[in-house]
């Protein structure tokens, strides 16, 4: 990756970072970013407030866990083992984000009580037996909980969530927040009924349909939906 790449790379996450912030789901110095490289990867530095940080406050890491700069995130090592690890990804994404991290002081997976659970790739977000914060077993447990997924909580701790991009993995993180705090209101009224596994399948295909940029068109749903200007030209 040419140093203009990696430049660029560093400003994006300085407004990942900062919208984090914004949208709620951090709060303080708690949260933190990655994302790779051609060589590695770039991330967050360690007590540094997303306000004042700065490109080139973002640390340069390599996969043997050497690092250029400030000291990295606490919690690089999962940082390090899920981008190792996980090759359909690009970005890990962790937060202490208010519901998740109720969610998880409990150690409930969230399941799939609603169909927008499908967008971290199953029929559930599991929860990540606890660890102390920035050792192998944490990262350990979270790789466990991550097996076939791109997001999960943490036990007692917070969530992660994964993305081909800063971008989404952002997206998935205000999705997982929301859902938990939907979830947790939800189980004020009693245990929500859970949808069956084969129409999470429906859901989960429906989705994948849309991640490729196309509109779902199972069982009629798009018969009568097309662009305006195919119906004007035909």
């Known amino acids: 990756m040419a140093e203009t790449e990696k430049a660029a790379l560093r400003r994006e996450m300085v407004d990942i970072c900062r919208r984090m912030n914004a949208s709620g789901i951090n709060q303080g110095t708690s949260g933190n970013l990655s994302a790779r490289t051609t060589d590695g990867f770039l991330i967050t530095p360690s007590s540094m407030p997303y306000e004042t940080m700065t490109p080139d406050d973002i640390v340069e890491m390599g996969f043997d866990g050497t690092y250029v700069g400030h ?37 409930r997976t969230i399941p799939s009580f609603h169909y927008m659970t499908g967008v971290a790739g199953g029929t559930t977000i599991r929860c990540a037996e606890y660890a102390t914060f920035g050792t192998q077993a944490l990262s350990d447990n979270a790789l466990a909980a991550l097996e076939g ?62 991640s490729y940029g196309q509109a779902p068109d199972a ?15 035909g």
Not at 71 to 85: G, K, N, Q, T, V
Not at 179 to 192: D, M
């Open 149 to 210: 997924r791109l997001a999960c909580l943490l036990g007692q701790h917070g969530q992660i969530s994964l993305g081909k991009t800063l971008d989404t993995a952002l997206w998935l993180a205000i999705e997982v927040e929301t859902l938990s705090r939907v979830y947790v209101q939800a189980l004020t009224l009693g245990e929500p009924p859970i949808l069956p596994d084969d129409e999470m399948e429906r859901v989960l295909e429906q989705m994948r349909r849309m």
């Open 219 to 233: 069982e009629g749903i798009n018969d009568i939906a097309r662009p305006r200007e195919a119906v004007k030209g």
């Open 71 to 107: 000291r990295p995130s606490s919690e690089w090592r999962f940082h390090r083992d899920i981008l190792r690890a996980r090759t359909d990804i690009n970005a890990v994404l962790h937060c202490h984000s208010i519901y998740a991290t109720t969610l998880a002081c409990h150690h």
